[in-house]
């Protein structure tokens, strides 16, 4: 029985419950505490044959791994990687898309200590230059699909720190080894390393580049101790059954594929469903949930959004009992479309590379109000701040702050260290006993938190705060708009006018009647100070390489910096 259910036999409607579980929650663990050799070894003994993960290639070729083959295969990794002279404390990139390659490679570094860097395979030889400096890597491993190792290569004389470059899938590439030919000669042996060579909580395990949505990408810095704060985010909140097949959508090149699809999901016992597609499509995404039984799915806003568009009747989705988003705000629209489809809700949650899940409606007696976060997840204390660090009162917009003062335990767990060669950035984000997130929110009597948006794409027009997650949700139940992102323009008047940026779905064309009727339908959903002053008509929104909106790109093409 998963441990979710186990919890809600004894506590079923009993809201005590939770205020004492935010109160007191706490994971105890050795200070040795290794995921690769405390979770997967262990379950690896105790259930060798019992499914971990299902992989599907994009051509429909599948391969079933086991706890037991996985465990096994991490000791190789551990083996290729010892073999290369990679050492714990070294810094080592992976860039393998979705790759099953991925899962034992993070493993086997774990086991040795190293430090795992995720990539994504969508990177230039300008973003490997950042990437490989500012990260000190020495060693990549790398898919050959496609022309990854061609964008790398294009600025090798470059690279300050690299010395290593393996390739997987692919026929020999000059000056790179071969990583299947070599990782077939090691052993399925390993042993744990013991005194210093061994791990503690407090060493860094990965370190993972931030969105870029603003800049530059950060270099988020997490110890070992970080796979347990995901027990939240894959037993409570996607709620993974023992024995069930999770799928979240996400490219390994990003901190998501570790909160869906491997830590959390795990330690529920649940298998892993890794679809590895080359190009997303929502009705090919419906396929495969019902056609493999998936049974509890996590996506991005951005995909719902393409999802509910689609036609549901062909596809038996049954098997689905639990369905959760994350990444950016979910439009109540989208919810309401999602739930009329498939009788399922849709839980949010709200964390960031930097952290586990913040917030969520994770407990089943709760259910989720339409268009909010959620409750603080426990073992975080959540205030909502003012520009000085003074808690807001309720109802009131603020910057969304994690205490982090003894008086609540220190950090919590699952929140980074800090940023990798950048105490600056740390200090100015991570002070006073506060972590500053940079997004904006309010929190309601009951406790509920309510997304605003980033501190700087909130719209100050005519002495007003607006976010533009409210306006955008309003232009999303239109039946014309596909996509749309909300930002400020300058305004002689105002300050700042709102402009809404949008895509249209199939079959419907720009003209000024059109625009006439989306700034009324604002007007009509929501304060009619928010309605769009400007609508400008795109082909596409500008996006991260993750598929996050990027609003500042938007105001520099409006002449704002």
Not at 106 to 127: R, W, Y
Not at 266 to 282: C, N, P, V
Not at 410 to 439: C, I, M, N, S, V
Request: net charge negative; hydrophobic share 35%.
């Amino acid at each position: 029985m998963p441990i979710y259910e186990q919890f809600i036999g004894r506590h079923r409607d009993n809201y005590a419950t939770l205020v004492d579980l935010q109160k007191n929650y706490k994971v105890t663990y050795p200070d040795t505490f290794n995921f690769a050799y405390d979770v997967l070894d262990v379950l690896a003994q105790r259930s060798p044959g019992k499914r971990c993960m299902l992989w599907v290639s994009n051509e429909g070729d599948s391969r079933d791994f086991t706890f037991g083959q996985m465990a096994e295969l991490s000791n190789k990794a551990a083996n290729f990687f010892a073999a290369q002279g990679i050492r714990k404390g070294d810094l080592v990139m992976l860039v393998l898309k979705r790759g099953y390659e991925f899962w034992y490679c993070m493993m086997g570094l774990h086991k040795i200590g190293a430090i795992a860097v995720q990539a994504t395979h969508l990177l230039t030889a300008k973003d490997y230059i950042y990437r490989m400096n500012a990260g000190r890597i020495k060693m990549v491993v790398m898919t050959g699909d496609g022309n990854c190792t061609e964008h790398l290569d294009e600025a090798l004389d470059q690279y300050e720190t690299l010395k290593i470059r393996a390739v997987t899938r692919s026929k020999k590439v000059p000056g790179w080894i071969d990583f299947d030919g070599e990782f077939e000669k090691q052993s399925t042996a390993w042993s744990r390393p013991t005194g210093d060579a061994d791990t503690r909580v407090t060493d860094i395990m990965t370190m993972s580049f931030s969105s870029g949505t603003t800049g530059y990408p950060k270099m988020v810095l997490h110890d070992y101790s970080y796979p347990l704060g995901h027990l939240m985010t894959g037993v409570f909140w996607h709620r993974v059954e023992d024995g069930g097949l999770h799928f979240t959508i996400s490219d390994t090149g990003w901190l998501k594929s570790l909160w869906g699809k491997m830590y959390g999901q795990w330690l529920g016992e649940t298998a892993i469903f890794t679809y590895d597609f080359e190009k997303f499509q929502a009705a090919d995404i419906l396929q495969k949930i019902a056609q493999f039984k998936v049974t509890t799915f996590c996506a991005p806003p951005t995909m719902y959004r393409f999802m509910i568009k689609e036609d549901f009747s062909p596809y038996d989705l049954s098997s689905l009992k639990h369905c959760t988003t994350a990444g950016e705000a979910l439009n109540p629209e989208v919810y309401s479309q999602w739930l009329a489809n498939t009788g399922l809700k849709v839980f949010e949650g709200f964390g960031q590379t930097e952290s586990t899940l913040m917030c969520s409606t994770i407990f089943p007696w709760i259910q989720p109000r339409l268009g909010s976060m959620g409750l603080e997840a426990p073992g975080y204390s959540i205030i909502i701040a003012d520009e000085d660090g003074t808690e807001s009162l309720s109802g009131v917009t603020g910057e969304i702050c994690i205490r982090t003062d003894e008086s609540v335990g220190g950090k919590p767990l699952g929140l980074f260290r800090g940023y990798y060669r950048d105490d600056a950035a740390t200090e100015r984000q991570w002070h006073d006993g506060l972590y500053h997130t940079g997004d904006t929110a309010y929190r309601d009597e009951m406790g509920f938190f309510w997304y605003v948006g980033r501190t700087d794409d909130v719209i100050k027009s005519s002495g007003y705060r607006i976010g533009p997650f409210e306006v955008e949700s309003a232009l999303m139940e239109h039946k014309s708009v596909m996509e749309c992102a909300v930002t400020g323009v300058p305004d002689p008047e105002r300050g700042f006018a709102v402009k809404a940026t949008v895509v249209l779905c199939k079959g419907y064309v720009p003209s000024n009647e059109l625009t006439r009727e989306l700034q009324n339908h604002v007007k009509q959903v929501t304060a009619p100070y928010k309605y769009p002053r400007i609508i400008e008509y795109v082909d596409e929104l500008p996006k991260t390489i993750s598929g996050k909106i990027r609003r500042i790109e938007i105001r520099e093409k409006d002449g704002m910096k």
